[in-house]
């Protein structure tokens, strides 16, 4: 009589995991997709009081120029990549350093895969593209994918970003690419 009733739990126990597959499953696919994400950050208020708008940007800066570029915002601290046909890559915010380049046109003057940032950071897909008041300034990805406030005490030209927007910046940006920065 054991015997029957061991089965028969273990049976019942196979229904109950199978059942509660299926309606994880099913709460798992019906769910939004917004619901795993945090929530947005209201804006965050600038020195003088006003709000600094941090969402996505649906469109390039005006007056960035035409053509294949990389498009960064000082205000916004966000990188637009821009095909020639004018249509956005992509677009994602980076985390400046502690020295900003003047608003311009630029080229990417050099590359290097990995170094040490002058933050002392292991960096990987360095894209220089500017020398500010003897600090060199270009796109990096920190190895361990943080991206930190700059120390103010510290010169650094190092505008970082994720190490899979590093990725992204690395294949669009050979050398010679054009970069805008506007204010």
């Known amino acids: 009589m054991s015997r029957s009733s061991s089965g028969f739990v273990a049976g019942l126990t196979a229904a109950a995991l199978a059942a509660v597959g299926f309606l994880a499953y099913q709460a798992s696919a019906s769910a939004p997709d ?3 994400k945090p929530p947005a950050k209201s804006p965050a208020a600038s020195a003088s009081g006003s709000p600094k708008e941090k969402s996505r940007p649906a469109e390039v800066p005006q007056r ?3 053509g294949e570029r990389v498009v960064y915002s ?3 601290d966000r990188v637009w990549l821009v095909e020639g046909s004018g249509k956005v890559r992509t677009t994602y915010e980076v985390t400046p350093g502690s020295v900003d380049p003047a608003p311009g046109t630029y080229t990417v003057g050099s590359r ?6 002058t933050d002392g950071v292991a960096i990987e897909h360095v894209v220089r ?4 008041d003897g600090v060199t300034i270009g796109f990096s990805a920190a190895v361990d994918g943080a991206t930190p406030k700059a120390d103010p005490a510290k010169k650094t030209g190092g505008i970082r970003q994720s190490r899979e927007n590093g990725n992204a910046m690395w ?7 054009k970069v805008v920065v506007v204010p």
């Not at 290097?112 to 940032?117: D, L, M, R």
């Not at 593209?129 to 500010?132: A, K, L, M, R, V």
């Not at 294949?171 to 690419?177: D, E, Q």
């Open 34 to 36: 917004t619901l795993a």
């Open 64 to 66: 960035s120029g035409d």
């Open 74 to 76: 000082l205000g916004a």
């Open 112 to 117: 290097t895969g990995s170094v040490t940032g």
């Open 129 to 132: 593209f500017t020398n500010t």
């Open 171 to 177: 294949k669009f940006a050979g050398i010679s690419k």
